[in-house]
Each structure stands twice: as C-alpha cells, then as structure tokens.
C-alpha cells in the first residue's frame, strides 16, 4: 500500500517518483515491514526521527490525535522536513524552529492521507525538498 500511495501522491502532483531521495518517518516506524521492504527495494535510505524532534518543527497541517498517539503533532510532515534538511540530531535539538527554513526546505507536498478501499490503514505522506 505504501508504493500505491507514493506513486498516487507523485501522479497527482506531477513529480517524478526518480527524485526521492529517500523516506522519512517517526523512529517507531523503523523496523516496519512494508517501509523497510520499500526502502530495499528501492535503494532508498530510511531516515527515522524521535518525536522529540519531529515535535520542534512547524507544520502547516499539525493533527492533535496524532500528537496523543506518538508525542508529535505531525509525523509525515515534519519527517520530510527534517530528512531534506539534512540537519543532524544533535544539531536540530540546539536549533530553533526557524532553522529548516533558513536553510531553504520546504514542503513540495502536504500530507496527503491515502486508503485502498477494502483494505485497513492508511498510509500518509509528504514531500519536502530543499
């Protein structure tokens, strides 16, 4: 479900799927089969942040059930931003919340919630570039 809905995402968007340079999401999501079979077989890295990072970045569609689930207001947002920012975690923690856009990144795509009918979950994303 995740490759439908990155394909659906870019299709819509009119971006070119050749372009990601990899994915993004919460640390909790690390070992998650789908992302991590993705990422093999697509040669992308995985790039994962703590919810005390994802927390500190400014998000133009933060979700106040997403921040009671995992501690973030916002997972697919602020992971592709802190991903194409490139910024350390230790060097995102001693900045502040200006820093990602200081540096020139910013969101190509905000989340988009994607659901295959008949099939449970969903699956979010966002497209950041700097």
């Known amino acids: 479900m995740i490759q439908k809905a990155i394909e659906h995402v870019f299709r ?3 971006l070119a ?5 990899g994915i993004a999401t919460i640390d909790i999501k690390s070992h998650e089969t789908g992302l991590v079979e ?3 077989q697509r040669n992308l890295p995985l790039k994962t942040f ?5 927390s500190k970045v400014s998000v133009p569609n933060p979700f106040k059930v997403v921040a009671k689930q995992v501690g973030t207001p916002s997972v ?3 992971a592709a931003l802190c991903a194409a920012s ?6 995102f ?11 020139g990144v910013r969101l190509l795509v ?10 449970p979950g969903v699956v979010t994303v966002a497209v950041a570039d700097a």
Do not use: M, Y
């Open 110 to 119: 905000a989340k988009q919630i994607f659901r295959l009918e008949g099939q």
């Open 86 to 91: 490139n910024l350390t975690f230790l060097e």
């Open 17 to 21: 799927e050749s372009a990601i340079a």
């Open 12 to 14: 819509e968007n009119q």
């Open 38 to 40: 993705l990422c093999q």
């Open 93 to 103: 923690l001693h900045n502040n919340k200006e820093t990602i856009e200081k540096l």
């Open 76 to 78: 697919a947002e602020a």
């Open 50 to 54: 703590p919810c005390d990072v994802l």
